[in-house]
């Protein structure tokens, strides 16, 4: 038969467990995200952003990520600015790699 103490203790080592796995996920997470490159400076009409295979409609101040595919429809246009002095502009329907 377990003791109350007993209980308290496994309930702690279990808890540990979760707490420290938690902890390493959330590490790792940001470990493996991508950095941000930059952020999209004007939308007009109808621009996304194909990131790890999803799609995501985007507005000013999206940010970009590397890898990122921007995507304008048509009669569309975007800009967007990386990090420091440069920018690109996007014109309709072009796809995109972000480097």
Do not use: H
């Not at 496994?10 to 997470?29: A, T």
């Not at 493996?32 to 996304?48: F, H, R």
């Not at 246009?77 to 420091?84: V, Y």
């Amino acid at each position: 038969m377990y003791s109350p103490l007993k209980m308290i203790t496994r309930f702690d080592k279990i808890y540990g467990c979760f707490i420290l796995l938690f902890l390493s996920c959330f590490i790792v997470s940001n470990a493996i995200a991508a950095d941000k490159i930059g952020a999209v400076a004007a939308v007009i009409g109808t621009v996304s952003i194909e990131r790890n295979g999803e799609v995501v409609k985007v507005k000013p101040g999206s940010a970009v990520f590397e890898n990122d595919k921007i995507l304008t429809g048509k009669s569309s246009r975007a800009q967007s600015t990386f990090d420091g002095p440069n920018g690109y502009q996007y014109r309709s329907e072009s796809r995109t790699r972000s480097r």
